[in-house]
């Protein structure tokens, strides 16, 4: 059996290759690796919250610092969420059909999304889990009031997200490292959080398939198209 400290490397590696088979399928292929970018910056950033009641993974560097991990795993996980849609359905930018773009309304939003995540996981003491779950869900909420024609989209990214999840998960907390989430997971006493589904804790699937729903309509919102 591998050592823990690959276990967190094993996801992240996982996660990429489903951002292989996303990429290439898409047609935006540019724009999968411009956002997976920036999605990894996040992904390091993203620790400030999580390492502080979600969980404390072993990585490369020690256990509870943030590395390369965080990074694969976020530059893979922005570009599965945005683009698996579009990948699998071929659908491309209808230029036809164009409304204002909100470059500044998106950037609020991120902002907002920032705060949220501060204010209420480490200003309030509330458990990450929760506030990255809401946070994620009244998010995509807004966009669909004000777009609901990302609704349909959006929600089968977050299936198709969440999918891929689940098989990624098992093979990884189950095959692999099956007591990872025992060990180094901050879950097993929070209301349902700590519920586990095939060793899969509840927290990780409501995190990944609320990101894939809000991730998938950045674009369409940002930019104004459908």
Not at 97 to 122: N, Q
Request: hydrophobic share 50%; glycine share 10%.
């Amino acid at each position: 059996m591998l050592p823990d400290k690959y276990a967190y490397l094993s996801l992240a590696l996982l996660y990429l290759l489903a951002w292989l088979v996303v990429f290439i399928y898409s047609p935006y292929k540019r724009g999968m690796i411009k956002v997976g970018a920036v999605g990894g910056l996040m992904g390091v950033v993203a620790e400030v919250w999580y390492f502080r009641d979600y969980w404390r993974p072993p990585t490369l560097f020690g256990q509870g610092i943030p590395g390369i991990e965080d990074y694969l795993i976020g530059f893979a996980m922005f570009g599965v969420g945005g683009y698996i849609y579009s990948s699998f359905t071929k659908r491309e930018i209808d230029y036809s059909k164009k409304t204002p773009a909100k470059y500044r309304d998106f950037f609020w939003l991120f902002i907002a999304g920032v705060s949220s995540m501060t204010i209420f996981s480490i200003g309030f003491n509330i458990h990450s889990g929760y506030v990255t779950f809401f946070t994620f869900f009244f998010l995509s909420v807004y966009i669909w009031i004000q777009r609901p024609d990302l609704i349909g989209i959006s929600l089968i990214s977050a299936v198709a997200v969440g999918v891929i999840t689940f098989v990624i998960y098992s093979i990884n907390f189950n095959i692999l490292f099956p007591n990872f989430w025992d060990d180094y997971g901050m879950l097993d006493d929070k209301p349902i959080l700590g519920i586990r589904v095939a060793n899969i804790p509840l927290s990780e699937m409501l995190w990944h398939t609320t990101w894939g729903m809000l991730c998938r309509m950045f674009r369409g919102y940002r930019n104004g198209v459908y």
